[in-house]
């Protein structure tokens, strides 16, 4: 098969492609290294300085075709033109800027938040309609997408009766940044094409990630990227550095914004799982795709606890949110239909925690403290 | 009051500053002329040329200010100067392209919708809730927002009951062309900043428009633009035309299709009424504004009646249908407030069709009939 992974430098990306390497499928990768760009501009850092994609695939032998391409999924005449060439099986969309707070920093960021998520996935969407539409697209969506509704959240379709009559609808979503909103809207256009021109698509709704892409066969010269700071981090990531830096847990508000949460061995395995139930033509497929309902004060005290058992004892200190959203409110979110397709959970406990903690420690001199406290506020 | 009016060239916007002619409200008037440049390079014409914004305003006579600026409200500089300067009381922004197949024709005219119309909503915005959030935004959604859904359609918001809980949403929407589809992301990405900063925004969900903006002291010097052709036309201008020129009036499919109308001297009403109405901070007011449902089949129906009184006779011919759309479905979608608040419908009658068919006639060796068949097909 022809895989054609779109955002292929980042921390789901690069670890999608990495997966793939031991398969024998034709891999063809692309990113125009944006977020490295604005995470250097914004003085954020990863983990690891990775090398790029291009280096990390020479560090890499396997049988297969592996082709990178830097170019930008937003300039259409490019993307078009790989599309062309390739012809891919599928499309694994992650081409887009992934961060609630940098969509809220200023009009500009904003404002390209929004550009270039739907610029992009208009592009991907327009050149798979005119010249592939047998492709199938799988796209990163995110749980974010539904807000905190005070129903529960199914898999991204809803049945609603009304006044004795009823029909199915996208979820009604509202999300609680720019970027969220973005994804929504990502959404809408990708059902709108899916509908018109009977393309194949699947949207994952995905909760926020955390963990280590543990590869055996690689090591830090093919890792993917590791962010933890208060813009481009994840929270869980973002806790462990603050442990092994002997800081408090720093929980936004009340702690009570409760999430569903993915590993990333999970978060790959269900891409794969979507890989092999491609939608009928006309059909887009939405999965909900996390494992775990978490607090974040939760979520912190698993950490806490966990670190302690090698000696790391820090507190969890609650600090004024710099976010806009509810801070107590229902939250039961289905997630199904992966476990249905074949889904194993890698849950997270102590363990996984003091492993992802040891691997930090590693590259403990290059972790900046003074990237963890939120800077970005909503207001 | 200060009214800043975006979008003051087009049938709606100019026909609302014209009313307005007769306050003593200061106006601002914005345009760029992007629709005549669209309708020029795709040989669309009006009916009756008219002359350029500023040229109409020294046509008039008044006592308040009446200024006219030319610009794109998709750039922000120039967006948020302007409001900068005037801290407008309203806005009422109808700066958007308009026609559901311009953004049908290829990719290009495609991201050029959708871009314009989002990229204008986020810059009005952006400038608002950093410079004047107390503004009253009024803004011009459609109500094909809503597509056919095989429930009745209620105003903007829907209380779901799922599983013994229950939550307000905004309705869950699905349009018919990529035009549709970027207004459902100009109403959520409203909702999202309306919301988060407290704003007061009020959405008016619009059915097609029809009819002259008969103020009588306005004569063709300062009329409002009138369009029939199959791009930029709405449906009942087009069967007028139609029938003045002897030919059939053409219903695309079934003609089964049905939609809310409204006269466009009822459309300037609502708006004022919306005015008077300002939400509260935080609040998204919406309402369905329209007076009377057809079908297209009806409509034509009416017309030919009408028009026989004239000694016009042209029959109805049905042709393909170049959009895909449901051509048999449930429709009732529910039109109340804007009545409870003081609305006054002007519905369609012979009487009004006649009228619009003698002011049609005067122009009509300016009619291109090589204009009316639809050639943008959605496939």
């Given at each position: 098969m022809k895989i054609l992974i779109l955002g292929a430098d980042g921390y789901l990306g690069w670890s999608m492609a990495a997966n793939l390497f031991s398969s024998s499928h034709d891999l063809f990768l692309v990113d125009n290294y944006s977020k490295r760009k604005h995470m250097k501009s914004l003085k954020r850092y990863p983990l690891l300085e990775t090398p790029l994609v291009k280096k990390r695939i020479q560090n890499i032998k396997r049988k297969g075709v592996t082709k990178f391409y830097q170019l930008d999924c937003s300039k259409y005449v490019d993307i078009h033109k790989i599309i062309k060439n390739i012809m891919p099986d599928v499309v694994i969309h992650f081409a887009e800027l992934p961060s609630a707070p940098f969509s809220m920093i200023n009009t500009?960021?904003?404002?390209?938040?929004?550009?270039?998520?739907?610029?992009?996935t208009f592009n991907i969407i327009h050149s798979l309609k005119d010249l592939s539409p047998k492709t199938h697209l799988i796209k990163l969506g995110t749980m974010g997408e539904y807000g905190t509704p005070n129903i529960d959240i199914e898999e991204g379709w809803l049945n609603i009766k009304h006044k004795k009559r009823s029909d199915r609808f996208l979820y009604p979503r509202q999300g609680s940044s720019l970027y969220h909103t973005s994804k929504i809207m990502d959404t809408d256009l990708i059902w709108f094409y899916t509908r018109m021109y009977?393309?194949?698509?699947?949207?994952?709704?995905?909760?926020?990630?955390?963990?280590?892409?543990?590869?055996?066969?690689?090591?830090?010269?093919?890792?993917?990227?590791?962010?933890?700071?208060d813009i481009f981090g994840t929270v869980l990531n973002r806790f462990i550095i603050q442990a092994i830096m002997n800081q408090p847990l720093t929980v936004y508000g009340t702690g009570n914004q409760i999430r569903g949460y993915i590993n990333i061995l999970d978060s790959i395995e269900c891409i794969k799982i979507a890989m092999k139930n491609k939608p009928k033509r006309g059909e887009l497929k939405i999965y909900n795709q996390f494992t775990e309902q978490f607090s974040v004060l939760?979520?912190?005290?698993?950490?806490?606890?966990?670190?302690?058992?090698?000696?790391?004892?820090?507190?969890?200190?609650?600090?004024?949110?710099?976010?806009?959203?509810?801070?107590?409110?229902?939250?039961?979110?289905?997630?199904?239909?992966?476990?249905?397709?074949g889904l194993k959970a890698n849950k997270l406990n102590?363990?996984?925690?003091?492993?992802?903690?040891?691997?930090?420690?590693?590259y403990k001199s290059n972790i900046k403290i003074n990237t963890i406290m939120p800077k970005v506020k909503w207001k």
């Amino acid at each position: 098969m022809k895989i054609l992974i779109l955002g292929a430098d980042g921390y789901l990306g690069w670890s999608m492609a990495a997966n793939l390497f031991s398969s024998s499928h034709d891999l063809f990768l692309v990113d125009n290294y944006s977020k490295r760009k604005h995470m250097k501009s914004l003085k954020r850092y990863p983990l690891l300085e990775t090398p790029l994609v291009k280096k990390r695939i020479q560090n890499i032998k396997r049988k297969g075709v592996t082709k990178f391409y830097q170019l930008d999924c937003s300039k259409y005449v490019d993307i078009h033109k790989i599309i062309k060439n390739i012809m891919p099986d599928v499309v694994i969309h992650f081409a887009e800027l992934p961060s609630a707070p940098f969509s809220m920093i200023n009009t500009t960021n904003s404002w390209e938040t929004l550009r270039n998520n739907l610029q992009s996935t208009f592009n991907i969407i327009h050149s798979l309609k005119d010249l592939s539409p047998k492709t199938h697209l799988i796209k990163l969506g995110t749980m974010g997408e539904y807000g905190t509704p005070n129903i529960d959240i199914e898999e991204g379709w809803l049945n609603i009766k009304h006044k004795k009559r009823s029909d199915r609808f996208l979820y009604p979503r509202q999300g609680s940044s720019l970027y969220h909103t973005s994804k929504i809207m990502d959404t809408d256009l990708i059902w709108f094409y899916t509908r018109m021109y009977g393309l194949s698509c699947t949207d994952l709704m995905q909760g926020p990630v955390y963990g280590l892409y543990p590869n055996k066969k690689l090591d830090d010269d093919v890792a993917p990227l590791f962010t933890y700071d208060d813009i481009f981090g994840t929270v869980l990531n973002r806790f462990i550095i603050q442990a092994i830096m002997n800081q408090p847990l720093t929980v936004y508000g009340t702690g009570n914004q409760i999430r569903g949460y993915i590993n990333i061995l999970d978060s790959i395995e269900c891409i794969k799982i979507a890989m092999k139930n491609k939608p009928k033509r006309g059909e887009l497929k939405i999965y909900n795709q996390f494992t775990e309902q978490f607090s974040v004060l939760e979520l912190a005290e698993l950490v806490r606890k966990s670190l302690k058992k090698i000696n790391i004892n820090v507190n969890i200190k609650k600090v004024k949110n710099p976010r806009v959203e509810k801070e107590n409110h229902y939250y039961n979110a289905k997630h199904s239909n992966l476990k249905k397709l074949g889904l194993k959970a890698n849950k997270l406990n102590e363990k996984m925690i003091i492993q992802i903690a040891n691997y930090c420690m590693k590259y403990k001199s290059n972790i900046k403290i003074n990237t963890i406290m939120p800077k970005v506020k909503w207001k």
